[in-house]
């Protein structure tokens, strides 16, 4: 069975927004080799309605001779988890995921192949935690305060317990952090 697994670049009082406006300082070749690392265990990503959105905005638009993450993100299977979409658009490679979110995540993860990825879409990620179908939430927890902007589990999120099972720290100051659901 595959795993879905969901990443974020977050600062350290949970901020997940807009990681483009503070992000890039403190990415190195560490992380660019943790990041590749995670790229290369994955062979389709999962995105809620906005994630997608956002994403099919810009990826399709960049030239892949300027960045080769171009032609992974264009060419990667990308399913999309959504209630108010009919269609995914154009965006090469693009589903709509089927049926009810426990059935069709659970079908996608019996399908074969490597890790099903996640990132953005924090939504759906707190989504997928409570009903037990996320299997490893890694965070690379920046090291300051972004002060305002969507955190990943907002004032009001209901608990989830969490159990740390791998953490690098880099030269930046990062922490790269894995976590799996706790056993009940």
């Known amino acids: ?8 670049f977050i600062s350290l009082d949970g901020v997940v927004e807009s990681p483009d406006k503070w992000h890039f300082p403190y990415f190195n070749d560490e992380m660019g080799q943790a990041v590749g690392n995670a790229i290369a265990a ?23 001779a300027a960045d080769p ?3 992974i993100m264009n060419d990667m299977p990308k399913v999309v988890v959504s209630t108010t979409l009919a ?3 154009d965006w090469q ?13 659970n079908a996608l993860k019996a399908t074969p192949g490597k890790n099903i990825g996640m990132t953005g879409s924090a939504t759906l990620v ?18 300051l305060v972004v002060g305002q902007g969507a955190k990943l589990f907002p004032e009001g999120s209901p608990p989830v317990d969490l159990e740390l099972v791998d953490s690098t720290t880099f030269s930046t100051g990062v922490l790269d952090l894995t976590y799996r659901p706790a056993s009940a």
Request: glycine fraction near 8%.
């Open 1 to 8: 069975m595959r795993k879905l697994i969901a990443s974020f």
């Open 42 to 64: 994955t062979e389709t990503l999962l995105l809620g309605r906005r994630g997608y959105q956002e994403f099919a905005s810009y990826w399709p638009h960049q030239d892949p």
């Open 69 to 71: 993450f171009v032609s």
């Open 87 to 89: 269609n995914v658009g």
């Open 93 to 105: 490679n693009s589903t709509l995921l089927e049926g009810e979110l426990d059935e069709g995540v």
């Open 126 to 143: 707190r989504s997928l935690l409570e009903k037990g179908l996320l299997d490893e939430l890694r965070l690379l927890v920046h090291p």
